[in-house]
């Protein structure tokens, strides 16, 4: 993103100091085993000043006042960075504003009159708890199986021993900034988590350091994946859908190297091809 | 009246080699022999995950405790700016000394010093540590780290990536523990909280959780339980702590006989954005690397309601800069934070709540080009404009200081074990380390030294003894007594059936705490702080409405018990503030500054961790002192001109 380019796609956006009057239109569930269903909530004077949890924040205190239950969902850091809440807003992943969280979405984005239907991801691997709080622990068992480099505490050299390039450096930050929110498997319409995937291996696979494991991680990340999630087959919608903006390239990568894993004699992998 | 005695046990002899002969004197676990040792870890931020992943690497079984839905969601991700460490790799006079002094006088004379010399000889191990592991850290084009100097240090010594350090840093250490978990060495409990330690025969025997998808109590039993949970800057409600960020596990652990030390030692930090209105859940800090290149100004006159572009050079106030040419805008933080707040209470403040101080990139933009700012500062300008709508390109960020981290914690000694024997406390949890005040950078440099490097030794020292000794059976009255109170606790939150919600408590509580043990403290606040928090936790007991049931995932009772436990701590952080009579660090008393403003130490009084025991829910905590000896650094006045 450049400095001058606007964060949003979305129309003009609300004079500050406003409110808005909005419906809101969400998804009830009492566990996951109960049914679930949509419900209708006002949501009057709402200033766009407010965070869009700092919204659902004023309507669960105002359901709390009138001694109905507060909707449930998922929400820590606030900042877009821990990764833990989620919505669907009006059928897209965090909202409307390209490259932002929902905890990141402002009200200002919003119109008068609005009505705003919020619904909690939706795959077969992200099992809903309640309300619009999933499950994602799929996610770390595809960690889990290799996304790491093996190096127990105190055994490592030097930290200026392997120089690595800025640009390899840079790539490789690239793909770590994802945030493992599940937006990407939540937009797929096969529900499917390469996207995620192939950002911890490009973060890994591309670093000097995570050579020795490339192949084993590539393979034990990749059929982890295939065992929880659906099939990629190339929507792109998971790029759209990422608040962190990580480029669908790296599945490309993903690719080659389980390609590569595939074929790898791997008592040869030092010897340069 | 107790029997405590508090020992720090740290050992004899010269500071620089003390840990090296220590390391060789503790008791060692043979290899063969770890795997007979259940441990507990609560918490997965840099302390608690660095630590599950390197004792489960050790051998040890460990079972690690989150109540996030993932290990790597810890409020740690969240840390901007960097790390320090005493590599020197820019050649401009760094050492392993240099950082322990200057991490001491940063702290402004209040922390024990081998623990600190201890952090600075580690800080090294940590940057070799995370580059293996495939941190991404900032590079240089010719491939080697790239290093920036940070609020407080005059030399280059902070290592980053972007402004995101802290999110690589944890990932690290979360994708360490995710590779022991899949092994099969770390048992992982995700939506699991922490809600008491239990004591047997005088030592911690394992802990009491509740699942919090199904509300179910369970007990795990363990060998040594650590507490990785973080600090308690939620206490004021606002703070730029994450939503879940709570002293519940510490303030467990403190009622059942941990000394809880100088939790007065709250940081507030400078560059944050200003609240917009009265609806705000929490703040946003802007790295402090931002006061790098940024300059902070406010109008030279009150009132003046020109927007900054129309405001000439003339009549602006660099308050920092005048007042500290030598460190100007990189004063630490508690300096910064009181200057800003002088300016905006004397009616300079900015923005449509003048609640604010510039920080203006103009110059820096002009000196090194928009793309160079951008590459340094890109995320963070992003989240500013898409916070408040203002493009920091264009117009100055406006900011203003907020809770951040707290210097107290669990009282810990140099095996960072917290006094009941078999618990330990690590990271921003214990209070060991940073003093007074935390210069910036040194957290997640303590998070990781401790769980990477010093836990994993000391705790060994702690098991060897209890060889081959059985785990006490959960069905131990002790175990169900603890749960039997928790089951009540939180059933108790339901049945109350009152009118205010849990969040209304907690931004009541929130208030007065800022208002009266904020950035600045006078005996007549804290006395009357400490007149109103029991009236209101009072009401809190009697007219909280908590709706649902405990069996299923209720997100307002689960706050419930942590809004409890702040009420808790918010007396003892006033009484720990009203005793404490000079200023130091964060803990600035009105009734003890210098002529010019600055805060005023008394070492003959008061150079002691302040350590407080509980004694009951009816009766005043009791204090115990923790003499502190300054043997390597000279007690000085902190000036900063």
């Known amino acids: 993103m450049t400095a001058t380019e606007p964060l949003s796609d979305s129309p003009a956006p609300a004079a500050p100091g406003r409110t808005l009057n909005l419906t809101l239109r969400v998804w009830r569930q009492a566990g996951p085993d109960a049914p679930g269903a949509f419900e209708d909530y006002d949501a009057p004077g709402i200033s766009v000043d407010m965070s869009f949890l700092e919204m659902l924040d004023v309507v669960n205190e105002r359901l709390v006042e009138q001694s109905r239950e507060p909707i449930t969902f998922d929400h820590d850091c606030r900042e877009g960075i821990c990764g833990t809440c989620s919505l669907m807003i009006n059928g897209r992943p965090h909202g409307p504003q390209r490259g932002t969280a929902t905890c990141q979405l402002h009200m200002r984005k919003f119109a008068d009159g609005d009505t705003i239907v919020i619904e909690p991801w939706r795959a077969e691997a992200f099992p809903v708890v309640r309300d619009l709080a999933v499950d994602r622990a799929a996610f770390d068992r595809i960690v889990e199986a290799g996304g790491y480099i093996t190096v127990n505490a105190g055994s490592a050299p030097d930290a200026n021993l392997i120089p690595i390039p800025k640009s390899v450096a840079d790539a490789a930050f690239d793909a770590a900034a994802c945030i493992g929110c599940g937006a990407c498997v939540a937009a797929c319409p096969n529900g499917a988590a390469q996207l995620f995937t192939s950002a911890k291996l490009a973060h890994l696979n591309l670093l000097p350091q995570g050579q020795a494991e490339r192949y084993k991680r590539t393979e034990a990340m990749v059929d982890t994946m295939e065992e929880l999630f659906g099939s990629c087959t190339n929507h792109g919608e998971c790029e759209a859908a990422c608040p962190k903006e990580i480029p669908i390239d790296f599945i490309a990568l993903l690719n080659k190297d389980y390609l590569r894993a595939k074929l790898k004699n791997r008592r040869y992998l030092s010897r340069k091809p | ?641």
């Open chain 2, 1 to 641: 009246m107790s029997d405590i005695t508090l020992d720090a046990k740290v050992p004899d002899g010269d500071i620089q080699t003390l840990w090296d002969e220590h390391k060789f004197n503790m008791k060692l676990v043979n290899p063969a022999n770890k795997r007979k040792y259940e441990i507990i870890v609560v918490g997965t931020g840099l302390a608690g995950a660095s630590a599950a992943a390197t004792l489960a690497q050790l051998g040890y079984n460990v079972s690690a405790f989150t109540f996030h839905d993932s290990p790597r969601r810890a409020h740690s991700i969240a840390a901007q700016g960097g790390i320090n460490a005493a590599k020197n790799y820019h050649g401009d006079g760094d050492s392993v000394h240099r950082l322990f002094y200057d991490t001491v006088k940063g702290g402004d004379f209040r922390s024990r010093e081998a623990n600190v010399y201890r952090l600075a000889q580690v800080s090294n191990n940590i940057i070799d540590q995370c580059a293996a592991q495939g941190v991404p850290f900032a590079r240089e084009y010719g491939g080697l780290l790239d290093n920036r100097s940070f609020g407080g240090a005059q030399v280059s010594r902070t290592f980053y990536a972007r402004g995101q350090t802290g999110q690589q840093l944890l990932l690290g250490a979360y994708q360490a523990l995710a590779e022991q978990v899949g092994l099969g060495k770390v048992k992982l409990y995700n939506r699991c909280e922490f809600l008491d330690v239990v004591e047997v025969e005088g030592r911690a025997a394992g802990i009491v959780t509740r699942d919090l998808l199904t509300g179910e109590v369970q007990s795990h039993a363990a060998h040594a339980v650590v507490l990785a949970t973080g600090g308690y800057s939620n206490a004021f409600f606002l703070s730029t702590n994450a939503m879940a960020c709570n002293v519940s596990a510490a303030w467990r652990a403190h009622r059942r006989g941990a000394l809880f030390a100088n939790p007065c030692y709250t940081q507030i930090h400078p560059t944050c954005i200003p609240s917009s209105d009265e609806f705000q859940s929490k703040l946003t800090l802007m790295s402090e690397s931002l006061r790098n290149d940024g300059r902070v100004w406010v109008p030279t006159k009150a009132g003046d309601t020109r927007g900054p572009d129309q405001i000439p050079d003339s009549e602006r106030d660099y308050f920092l800069e005048r007042k500290y040419p030598s460190f100007g805008n990189l004063v630490p933080r508690d300096v910064a934070s009181r200057n800003i707040k002088t300016q905006v209470d004397s009616g300079k403040g900015v923005g449509p709540l003048k609640n604010g101080a510039y920080l203006d990139f103009a110059e820096s933009i002009k000196r090194l080009s928009p793309h160079v700012v951008e590459e340094r500062y890109g995320n963070l300008f992003e989240m500013y404009e898409r916070i408040t709508d203002e493009n920091p390109y264009k117009q100055p960020m406006r900011i203003f200081p907020a809770p951040h981290y707290t210097m107290g914690g669990l009282w810990v000694d140099y095996h960072l074990e917290t006094t009941i024997p078999g618990l330990y406390a690590i990271g921003e949890a214990n209070f060991a380390d940073q003093g007074a005040n935390r210069l910036g950078a040194s957290a997640l440099m303590q998070g990781l030294a401790d769980g990477y490097f010093i836990l994993p030794y000391t705790i060994g020292d702690g098991l060897a003894p209890l060889l081959n000794k059985p785990l006490v059976d959960t069905n131990h009255p002790a175990f169900k007594a603890a749960e039997a109170e928790v089951t009540e606790r939180y059933r108790g939150y339901l049945a109350t059936n009152g009118t205010r919600s849990v969040d209304w408590f907690h931004r009541e509580l929130g208030h007065i705490v800022w208002d009266n043990c904020g950035m600045e403290r006078s005996r007549p606040g804290l006395e009357k702080a400490l007149a109103e928090i029991p009236a209101l936790y009072q009401e809190f007991k009697t007219d909280l409405r908590v709706l649902g049931d405990d069996r299923s995932l209720n997100q307002s009772l689960e706050r419930a018990g942590r809004v409890d436990d702040f009420f808790q701590l918010a007396e003892l952080m006033c009484r720990d503030a009203l005793e404490r009579e000079e200023s130091c660090g964060g803990h600035f008393r009105v009734e003890h500054q210098t002529e010019e403003g600055e805060a005023l130490r008394d070492d003959e009084n008061f150079a002691y961790v302040a350590a407080w025991e509980w004694t009951g829910p009816d009766t005043p905590a009791e204090l115990h002192k923790e003499h502190l000896d300054f043997k390597y650094v000279h007690l000085a006045q902190r000036s900063y001109k």
